[in-house]
């Protein structure tokens, strides 16, 4: 079964990613020759076969996506395993950091997500198989392709993926902000990490909350109580990052 991407940086990503097979690059006939120059380019390079069909039918295949008279048939994302993130750490020299999601919902948040933890290096991200989305066609396109560079994993439980990366010697932070959370800056982030962000709606789950070595919060000064998901997570990451000293 094929699945078809959209929006032009997510599939030009995603060719130079490199990872996923792909059956051909759809494109509208209507189309001028320079708007989607960069994909026909792209394409030819890993010699991809490219179609032309009418705008109509991009926009029958593509539903109410925003499809940029372009998309790209592939197969699958092929997930993988929290070994190979150590890996990735390892071959970098550096200490282990990984985003887990708990049960997010929104496609938007998850690729929103998905490309601040490409963008500040994570090596891996894992969520929950069940109850849970994947990597679908509309978390690529949020995520603007970076989820083609990540190595993500479908985990079963994540308490007990939890219980494995803290017996590997990875500190557990849950993104919290209920009784025992502390301000993110008032914790050491600077080792082997993991950084746990909950549901839009109800944050985490009892059991995974338990099995967090620390809780912290981003402090808020104005007059809002919350952020959302995906701004919460990534200003977290951005500290974690920070805190290894590998931000200017």
């Not at 179609?51 to 372009?70: F, L, N, T």
Request: one cysteine or more; hydrophobic letters at 45%; proline letters at 4%.
């Amino acid at each position: 079964m094929t699945e078809l991407l959209y929006r032009r940086n997510a599939l030009l990503e995603t060719i130079s990613a490199g990872r996923r097979k792909i059956v051909r690059l759809l494109l509208s006939q209507e189309s001028t020759p320079t708007s989607n120059a960069p994909l026909v380019i792209a394409a030819k390079g890993k010699a991809i076969p490219i179609e032309r069909i009418p705008r109509i039918e991009i926009k029958q295949r593509a539903g109410d996506s925003v499809h940029q008279d372009a998309l790209l048939e592939v197969h699958p994302y092929t997930y993988s395993d929290v070994a190979a993130m150590h890996a990735r750490a390892r071959e970098l020299q550096e200490e282990t950091l990984l985003l887990m999601l708990d049960l997010l919902q929104s496609p938007g948040n998850f690729g929103r997500l998905l490309r601040t933890a490409e963008a500040v290096g994570v090596h891996g991200v894992v969520i929950q198989k069940r109850r849970a989305g994947g990597v679908t066609p509309a978390v690529v396109a949020a995520s603007m392709g970076a989820s083609e560079h990540l190595l993500i994993s479908r985990v079963t439980n994540l308490a007990r993926a939890i219980e494995q990366l803290r017996g590997e010697g990875v500190w557990v932070a849950g993104l919290d902000s209920g009784p025992g959370s502390q301000p993110l800056d008032q914790n050491d982030l600077n080792r082997a990490l993991v950084l746990v962000v909950g549901n839009e709606g109800k944050g985490l789950r009892r059991l995974v909350r338990k099995r967090c070595d620390f809780l912290i919060n981003i402090p808020m000064f104005g007059r809002v109580k919350s952020l959302n998901a995906s701004v919460a997570g990534s200003l977290a990451l951005y500290a974690a990052r920070n805190a290894r000293g590998t931000i200017a």
